[in-house]
Nanobody, 117 residues
């Protein structure tokens, strides 16, 4: 059984930084892609950043230049989201998603990020 476990998050002042981590266990296979999504109160869940097994990345326009997604070199099933220059509008619950070849996606439990103005 695949488990997706997130860590990090919390409360930070505007302009500050946070790092989120996500580790997938329960499988010997690497995931085709891993991504971070977020959902703010009253809004739909949206893609924040994604990284493929080959290392290609893409970012949502609001976070470009501020957020960086990366994979752990020693464990390809671990990803990080480095968030810099945080803004109050980045406040949301952040979810890690891991997608296997064939399209099956596993979701983390979500972690709250709150940016105070």
């Amino acid at each position: 059984q695949v488990h997706v476990v997130q860590s990090g998050g919390g409360l930070v002042q505007a302009g500050g930084s946070l790092t989120l981590s996500c580790t997938c266990s329960g499988t010997v296979f690497s995931f085709q892609a891993m991504a971070w999504h977020r959902q703010a109160p009253g809004k739909q869940r949206e893609l924040v950043a994604a990284i493929t097994s080959s290392g290609s990345t893409n970012y949502a326009d609001p976070v470009k230049g501020r957020f960086t997604i990366s994979r752990d070199n020693a464990n390809q099933n671990t990803v990080y989201l480095q968030m810099n220059s945080l803004k109050p509008e980045d406040t949301a619950v952040y979810y890690c998603a891991a997608t296997r070849i064939g399209g099956v996606t596993y979701w983390g439990q979500g972690t709250q990020v709150t940016v105070a103005s």
